[in-house]
């Protein structure tokens, strides 16, 4: 059965680093890409980036360049989101997701299975 | 970006009734390849979203067939052919022939 595992709710203040973790079993980690995925209170899911785990390769949407980094640990099954300074407006859900397709990142991907969410608080 | 455009926002639907929800890309999601990759997700409150539809009409895994995914080009539906309290929640579609893909704003279905 596949499932990814993530870390649990955390409260920080502004300015505060946080990374964030995901750990996949049930199937072969380190040939399928990760997703984080963005939702803010109320509102919809907006795509952050992916990793691949084979070799760390990382891609973000234009929106999150730079603010956030996407990192996995194939050793580990585990791939990780972090911020080294948080803001109040980084508050959200945060849902890491498997693309369908082993090895392959572009047209036609898609999430098929999903972590449970990371509720991020950021607030002073 | 492609943008993914819901109708309704809401929508209250009596038990064993139809529900349909729409969903209109601002460009074809028709791949070179022939496939249209357009996908149907389902958040149940409180839940992560799960796949329900991917490449328009394919149900996922365990995916009643009360589900129901059709369209072509630019405009797509999802009908529930006779909806349970347990199809309650937010729909959203997506579209992933441009990276990153995009997801509609979503689509609240509660039961009356």
């Known amino acids: 059965e596949v499932q990814l595992v993530q870390s649990g709710a955390e409260v920080k203040k502004p300015g505060e680093s946080l990374k964030i973790s995901c750990q996949g079993s049930?199937?072969?980690?380190?040939?399928?890409?990760i997703a984080w995925v963005r939702q803010m209170s109320g509102k919809g899911l907006e795509w952050m980036g992916v990793v691949y785990p084979g070799d760390s390769d990382a891609r973000y949407s234009p929106s999150f360049e730079g603010q956030v980094t996407i990192s996995a640990d194939k050793s580990t099954n585990t791939a990780y989101l972090h911020w080294s300074s948080l803001k109040a407006s980084d508050s959200a859900i945060y849902y890491c997701?498997?693309?369908?397709?082993?090895?392959?990142?572009?047209?036609?991907?898609?999430?098929?299975?999903w972590g449970q969410g990371n509720l991020i608080t950021v607030s002073s | 970006d492609i943008v993914m455009t819901q109708t309704p926002l809401s929508l209250s639907v009596t038990p064993g009734q139809p529900a349909s929800v729409s969903c209109k890309s601002s460009q074809s999601l028709l791949h070179s390849n022939g496939k249209t990759y357009l996908y149907w997700y389902l958040q149940k409150p409180g839940q992560p979203p799960q796949l329900l539809i991917y490449?328009?009409?394919n149900r996922f895994s365990g995916v009643p067939d009360r589900f129901r995914g059709s369209g072509s080009g630019t405009d797509f539906t999802l009908e529930i052919s006779r909806v349970e309290a347990e199809d309650v929640g937010l729909y959203y579609c997506m579209q992933s022939v441009q990276v990153p893909p995009t997801f509609g704003g979503g689509t609240k279905v509660e039961i009356k």
């Open positions: 049930g199937y072969s980690f380190d040939t399928y890409w």
């Open positions: 490449e328009v009409s």
């Open positions: 997701a498997r693309l369908s397709k082993p090895r392959f990142y572009g047209s036609g991907s898609y999430p098929d299975y």
